[in-house]
Nanobody, 128 residues
């Protein structure tokens, strides 16, 4: 059983930056691709970014490319999401999720239903 704990959410002004972190425990971290998703009030959960087990392959939601960066530190069992040039529409609860590897060479998935473990989320609020 993998436990995930997000941190770093806050209230920030538009144009600002935040760095979210997700600490994993209870499993072998490199057995998982790691993703970030978000859910705004009244909206469905949406994909933000994913990074493969080795950190060599990343994918982003098209609307977020260039502003968000995902990274991982396998020595510390953590994954990060650097968010720059934040906009009010980025306001949401951000969730970290772990997707168990099937093939090490597979492209990491952006589909939320493929993820096996989820954190409780961290609130990001961007004021205008």
């Amino acid at each position: 059983q993998v436990q995930l704990a997000e941190s770093g959410g806050a209230l920030v002004q538009a144009g600002g930056s935040l760095r979210l972190s997700c600490a994993a425990s209870g499993g072998t971290f490199t057995n998982y691709n790691m993703g970030w998703f978000r859910q705004a009030p009244g909206k469905e959960r949406e994909f933000v970014a994913v990074i493969n087990w080795s950190g060599t392959n990343t994918r982003y939601a098209d609307s977020l490319k260039g502003r968000f960066t995902i990274s991982r530190d396998n020595a510390k069992n953590t994954v990060h999401l650097q968010m720059n040039s934040l906009k009010p529409e980025d306001t949401a609860v951000y969730y970290c999720a772990a997707n168990r590897l099937v093939y090490v060479w597979a492209v990491p998935t952006t589909t939320s239903t493929a993820y096996d473990y989820w954190g409780r989320g961290t609130q990001v609020t961007v004021s205008s």
